[in-house]
């Protein structure tokens, strides 16, 4: 089975965030990246994968920035080849264009499995995974807690929860695109020797993609912080007292008449 | 059992005793006679499946396997009293628990979760809080004395003065920082800092295990000190002189260096006029182990805290060598987790009965883990009332008029 991971950097939020002037995007310049967290769980999962069975992990990424360190330590934990998507701009792409520069870079490599984080903090246009499910006309399962290989090579069992302390087992008819909110165990740790070592001959394979990116079909009007308010109040009574006073609020906040 | 990455445990621990012996002290492994007076010695010894006695006898029958998959591997607090008794003179604490822990590491064993998020932060970001490499300076905010970042100037200072990472982010030691600052200037010495470009030492992360990390910081360090102009490095944190003073020549990165304990010690006849204002209190020292069992530094800080008018000192029952350890070092500041599970307690709860039990009001301290370690066990201990901690640095700045605690 061929399985393939998509590694996406993302704003590192241990700098302070700051806006453009024009607040529409985010100003990259001091902003640090750092990977997916949920992608990092889409690539646990498929080492798990693999580890299980006789799966190649095949990795991919926007080469900008400081998206080596990513690759690097991939390349430590063992996945089997590394593709980079040539990219000019110093911060990633909106969902729009990743879609379908992803999805042409996936349709390369022909993938059985195609495994992604389930969310991404950055992601102001919409949901990728379910987008790029549609690009590539295969099915999508979101918010995935853990995957299985069954007996059967083309079927994967996808593990959800649900409220309630629900879960559910679901058979996945490969191909598919699976969106990993947790794999079956945290992203492993890696040590930083294995990291040098693969420094030293990890090979990354650079694509040439023919398509032109679209136009950006969503837009942004404007970005901004959330909101400080002036605490908490707290509502004391009995629940019909609670519930007047709710309904005040609302009144008075225009959101009822 | 400890997680596992990998699936299996063949050929786990697979010539683990040949690559002990390759090491530099490896070698005095084969001295071990089994007396079991390093794991008898251990404060952690009882939790632990397999002491260091026992790892040394299942290294000798190539049986690492267990060994690697027990909790043991991460329980050890790099105290070196293990180290000091054995009648071996074997470097346990620098030699084969580093070696153990590296070995699980790349056998894919994985670390507690607290402890490997330590280690990423020191990855990616040079410092074990995770903090931005761009807020460095923040403890100075407010200094009201010239500070000389070296990132941003090119100058010759006299001390290079690595202020470290919780000194540098951490709250209440930001107050150490700035502290030790105008103590510097008040003595006249010209200091510099590495401001944004200062990364951690590396001390802690060897004896982890990370053979790899230690290595790049090492690198990344040595390049930056050879940069820079000045006498000697001071540092507040005893593991990184512990790092510099022992394990930085080994990668041909030897710089001249002191704990501020000895530096101030070393300064004292120049300290001693300006300590004017009395500190009346009684206090109790907590030898750290880095400047202490390992680098055999017990009189600087008492001689410091005995100039201190006002100041008396009394001993804790176990003191300089004998000292307990509070159970931070050898990366347990990011293990309490693990150790309380399997250990049933944090050395530094004991610790602290033991100085409250001298009378003191005052537990010093001249390592900046031992402040947030301390004040915790305080608190745990219900000792709050009777017993505060305090660094060196806050007791003599205040002696001098420019402290900002009481």
């Known amino acids: ?257 | 059992m400890i997680h596992q990455a990998v699936r299996s445990d063949e050929g786990i621990g697979e010539g683990f005793l040949e690559e002990l012996l390759s090491h530099p002290e490896g070698h005095d492994i084969l001295a071990c006679m089994q007396c079991g007076t390093c794991s008898g010695s251990c404060p952690l010894g009882l939790a632990m499946e397999y002491p260091p006695r026992r790892m040394i006898l299942q290294a000798r029958r190539r049986d690492m396997a267990p060994v690697l998959s027990s909790p043991s591997v991460w329980m050890c607090v790099g105290c070196y009293t293990c180290t000091l008794r054995c009648p071996r003179e074997i470097d346990l604490t620098d030699t084969l628990w580093p070696a153990v822990r590296d070995r699980a590491l790349q056998e894919g064993l994985q670390p507690p979760a607290e402890l490997q998020t330590a280690l990423q932060n020191l990855y990616m970001y040079g410092n074990v809080l995770g903090k931005s490499p761009r807020k460095r300076l923040e403890w100075a905010r407010g200094l009201d004395v010239p500070l000389t970042d070296l990132s941003k100037e090119r100058a010759a200072v006299e001390v290079l003065w690595l202020v470290g990472c919780y000194p540098s982010y951490y709250p209440r030691n930001q107050v150490v920082s700035r502290e030790f600052a105008r103590m510097m200037t008040c003595l006249g010495i010209s200091w510099g800092v590495l401001g944004v470009k200062e990364k951690s030492l590396g001390d802690c992360d060897r004896l982890f295990g990370e053979e790899g990390l230690f290595e790049t910081l090492v690198e990344t360090n040595k390049e930056l000190f050879e940069r820079q102009k000045f006498k000697t490095i001071v540092l507040l944190d005893p593991h990184s002189y512990r790092a510099l003073e022992v394990f930085y020549p080994r990668y041909d990165a030897g710089f001249p260096a002191q704990h501020y304990t000895m530096f101030l010690a070393d300064r004292l006849e120049q300290l001693r006029p300006l300590l004017t204002r009395p500190v009346p209190c009684r206090v109790t020292y907590h030898d750290n182990c880095c400047v202490g069992r390992r680098c055999g530094s017990y009189e600087p800080p008492r001689a410091l805290l005995e100039a201190i008018p006002g100041v008396e000192v009394v001993e804790m029952e176990r003191n300089r060598e004998n000292a307990l350890c509070c159970g931070g070092g050898g990366g347990g500041m990011w293990l309490d987790g693990h150790i309380t599970e399997h250990g049933g307690k944090r050395l530094s709860d004991e610790r602290i009965r033991e100085a409250a039990a001298t009378g003191a009001d005052v537990l010093a301290v001249s390592c900046p883990y031992e402040l947030s370690r301390f004040e915790d066990s305080a608190k745990v201990a219900g000792l709050e009332d009777r017993i505060v901690v305090r660094d060196i640095i806050e007791l003599l700045a205040e002696s001098m008029g420019l402290g900002e605690r009481r």
């Open chain 1, 1 to 257: 089975m061929k399985i393939a991971v998509v590694l996406r950097q993302v704003p590192d939020p241990i700098e302070p965030l700051e806006l453009m002037p024009d607040e529409k995007a985010l100003d990259y310049g001091e902003a640090g990246f750092l990977v997916n967290e949920s992608d990092e769980h889409a690539l646990e999962q498929a080492l798990l994968l693999a580890e299980d069975g006789t799966a190649e992990v095949t990795v991919l990424a926007f080469d900008f920035g400081d998206v080596e360190t990513t690759l690097f330590s991939a390349a430590a934990k063992g996945v089997d080849r590394i593709l980079t998507i040539p990219w000019e701009e110093p911060f990633p792409p909106g969902t729009d264009v990743a879609t379908a520069l992803f999805a042409d870079a996936i349709r390369s490599v022909r993938p059985d499995c195609i495994l992604i984080g389930c969310q991404a903090h950055d992601e102001l246009e919409g949901a990728f995974g379910p987008r790029l499910a549609v690009e590539l006309e295969l099915p999508y399962l979101g918010v995935v807690r853990g995957v299985r290989q069954t007996a059967k090579e083309m079927v994967l069992e996808a593990h959800k929860e649900y409220p309630g302390a629900a879960k559910a087992r679901m058979s996945v008819q490969l191909p598919a695109v699976l969106g990993i909110l947790a794999a079956d165990q945290p992203p492993r740790y890696v040590p930083v020797s294995r990291i040098r070592e693969a420094m030293k001959s990890a090979e990354f394979e650079e694509l040439e993609l023919e398509s032109v990116p679209p136009s950006v079909a969503v837009s942004v009007a404007r970005l901004s912080f959330p909101l400080r308010g002036d605490g908490a109040r707290m509502l004391e009574g009995n629940e019909r007292e609670v519930a007047e006073q709710i309904a005040e609020i609302l009144v008075e906040k225009g959101v009822l008449t």
